[in-house]
């Protein structure tokens, strides 16, 4: 059978900013973090059916389809909205994963987005939103659409404005688990939370998750050893990749071709939000 796909974006995030503010009594973190959305993406492709059958035509190896977070984010809507429509889902990935840049969470939210319009479903994005929570903490973000100041386990969001501005990003080819890092006893879980958000989200560079990630792989301290020669490197979310903010292109270009005969990467810019955000 031949299914009308239509093509969806699902951009990858970095963290600008991560700190570890306290744990929650469930072994949960809370985090203080700024999500920076950048133009570099995922392609989520959706056929809406009239069969009632979730389906991604291509899986990702070694990873059941029932768990890939685009089948899950569509079973989500599907029973939460009572839909009796159907979808097939094709993804392209360009987003490594284990890299700390969003990717899968990017992509299920990007299913809710699509699939609330294409089925008709008429959600909103905060509800859109409480059902991207059910799927991860990185979801939510996704779907609020917006570069944001983040608390809690990641899901309560503040629009923050932010400067033009080019990224740098390199992947030293390791896989990082989240739940590793973060029951690591080099973790720091009492940093002190912002008081004066606006100032010292938007200007202080710190990730508390890096130092346990980088005792543990030599890979990405090697990289961000690397790119930091040219500026305040830093990794994004719990790793692996590690990047450079750099004011314009040409500068994100120079650095990174001579980066780019050690390690794989990237050039991406900063985006104002997400390319799908008028799609709610």
């Known amino acids: 059978?031949?299914?009308?796909?239509?093509?969806?974006?699902?951009?990858?995030?970095?963290?600008?900013?991560?700190?570890?503010?306290?744990?929650?009594?469930?072994?949960?973190?809370?985090?203080?973090?700024?999500?920076?959305?950048?133009?570099?993406?995922?392609?989520?492709?959706?056929?809406?059916?009239?069969?009632?059958?979730?389906?991604?035509?291509?899986?990702?190896?070694?990873v059941p389809a029932e768990a890939d977070l685009t089948v899950r984010a569509a079973l989500a809507l599907k029973a939460a909205s009572g839909s009796e429509l159907g979808a097939r889902i094709r993804l392209t990935k360009r987003i490594p994963m284990g890299g700390g840049l969003g990717g899968g969470s990017s992509d299920a939210a990007t299913v809710l987005l699509a699939l609330n319009r294409l089925w008709g479903a008429g959600f909103s994005r905060e509800r859109l939103m409480e059902l991207g929570l059910k799927l991860g903490a990185d979801v939510p973000v996704f779907v609020f659409g917006r570069n944001a100041f983040a608390t809690g386990v990641g899901e309560a969001l503040t629009e923050l404005d932010l400067p033009e501005a080019w990224y740098v990003v390199l992947h030293p080819g390791v896989h990082v688990p989240t739940a590793k890092i973060f029951s690591s006893p080099l973790l720091?879980?009492?940093?002190?939370?912002?008081?004066?958000?606006?100032?010292?989200?938007?200007?202080?560079?710190?990730?508390?998750?890096?130092?346990?990630?980088l005792a543990e792989f030599k890979e990405v301290d090697s990289a961000l050893?690397?790119?930091?020669?040219?500026?305040?490197?830093?990794?994004?979310?719990?790793?692996?990749?590690?990047?450079?903010?750099?004011?314009?292109?040409?500068?994100?270009?120079?650095?990174?071709r001579t980066v780019s005969e050690k390690y794989d990467g990237f050039v991406a810019k900063g985006l104002a939000s997400h390319p799908m955000f008028d799609r709610v």
């Open 225 to 256: 050893s690397e790119l930091a020669k040219y500026g305040p490197a830093l990794m994004t979310g719990s790793g692996s990749c590690v990047f450079l903010e750099c004011e314009s292109q040409d500068q994100a270009n120079t650095v990174f």
């Open 1 to 62: 059978m031949t299914y009308d796909f239509q093509a969806f974006p699902a951009p990858a995030k970095l963290n600008l900013m991560l700190k570890v503010v306290g744990r929650r009594p469930d072994g949960y973190h809370l985090l203080e973090t700024v999500f920076r959305f950048i133009d570099f993406a995922d392609t989520v492709e959706i056929a809406a059916t009239d069969d009632g059958i979730i389906e991604l035509v291509n899986p990702t190896p070694g």
């Open 188 to 213: 720091t879980r009492d940093s002190r939370p912002s008081i004066m958000r606006t100032l010292e989200t938007t200007q202080q560079r710190r990730n508390d998750l890096q130092a346990a990630v």
